[in-house]
């Protein structure tokens, strides 16, 4: 099967811009995750989708993030305006079912905020 | 929330000695404990995974333990190839929860 999938695979913006990033998860995977790296710590929890839902958006930062999936399939990450601080390696996972199952990453997106 | 603590951030080893990654984790509640590796450059794939039902799990040269009581969980990898080389990480989560907390890495180098 096709693995999780990430656009672009690097970004590169100046402070105050706006950088929209996509993932199309696997087929018929309903959960989907957006986590962040930053400078070398850990892979941090931002949400969860369950089909089109949020299920839980504790991790996210502020409100200059916002994330979507429509219709339940790929989903986008919105940074508007981006911070010197939000850069990072953006990952998405997905997996077929919620909790004790295999999550499966897709490459990232390295978003570089000067 | 969930708190998960890895050590040691580096560790190199020669080719063929083995290599321990220990994590701890702070919410008794998590009850599934999956390693993940990354390759330079490359996405974070699963290399093993343990529930909390068990203590221990073991593939080929990779092994995993879990104790419970203590709440930490750690990776054994014998016989370290130049393969090998990569970052491992931890990470824990509650099994209806979904979302996984990670530890800060290892960088593990394997020296041929």
């Known amino acids: 099967e096709a693995g999780v999938t990430q656009f672009p695979s690097h970004s590169v913006i100046e402070k105050g811009q706006t950088v929209t990033l996509r993932c199309d998860p696997i087929?018929?995977?309903?959960?989907l995750y957006w986590y962040r790296r930053v400078m070398g710590k850990e892979i941090k929890f931002l949400l969860h989708?369950?089909?089109?839902?949020?299920?839980?958006e504790s991790g996210m930062p502020n409100n200059r993030f916002l994330a979507e999936r429509t219709g339940g399939t790929y989903s986008t990450l919105k940074v508007q305006p981006a911070e010197l601080e939000d850069s990072g390696v953006y990952f998405c996972?997905?997996?077929?079912?919620?909790?004790?199952?295999?999550?499966?990453f897709g490459p990232g997106t390295r978003l570089t905020v000067l | 929330g969930e708190n998960v603590e890895q050590h040691p951030s580096t560790l190199s080893v020669q080719e063929g000695d083995s290599a321990v990654i220990k994590c701890t984790y702070s919410?008794?509640?998590?009850?599934?404990f999956p390693w993940y590796k990354q390759e330079l450059g490359k996405r974070p794939q699963l290399i093993i995974d343990?529930?909390?039902?068990?203590g221990e799990k073991k593939d080929q040269r990779i092994a995993v333990t879990l104790n419970k009581t203590a709440k930490h969980f750690s990776l054994h990898i014998t016989e370290t190839q130049p393969e090998d080389s990569a970052v491992y990480f931890c990470?824990?989560?509650?099994?209806?929860?979904?979302?996984?907390?990670f530890g800060d890495g290892t960088t593990l180098t394997v020296k041929p």
């Open positions: 087929s018929g995977h309903d959960n």
């Open positions: 990470a824990a989560s509650i099994g209806n929860a979904g979302k996984s907390t």
């Open positions: 996972a997905s997996s077929r079912r919620q909790g004790l199952d295999e999550q499966f």
């Open positions: 343990i529930r909390s039902n068990v």
């Open positions: 989708f369950v089909k089109e839902s949020k299920q839980d």
């Open positions: 919410d008794s509640a998590s009850n599934y």
